[in-house]
């Protein structure tokens, strides 16, 4: 199972927005509006993986991937 999120620059930060509804529902769960580093690594522990839907490509990413990547 994989969910969609957006990895966006806001700000010299780069966030994870949540675009299925999935991921829009653990969004609502952990109460943000994007899926923080945290989030995602508890996303990653009920074995989902991530799909970025960048506004030209798809890419499959690792929840180790994304850790490279600096969340707020």
Known sequence: MK???QLRG??????????????KAFASIAGTSTLT???????DALGYGFINQAITTTENLSFDQLNNVVLD
Do not use: Q, S, W
């Open 3 to 5: 969910i969609t999120i």
């Open 10 to 23: 806001v700000y010299g930060r780069t966030k994870a927005y949540p675009l299925c509804d999935k991921a």
């Open 37 to 43: 580093r945290n989030t995602l690594r508890n996303i």
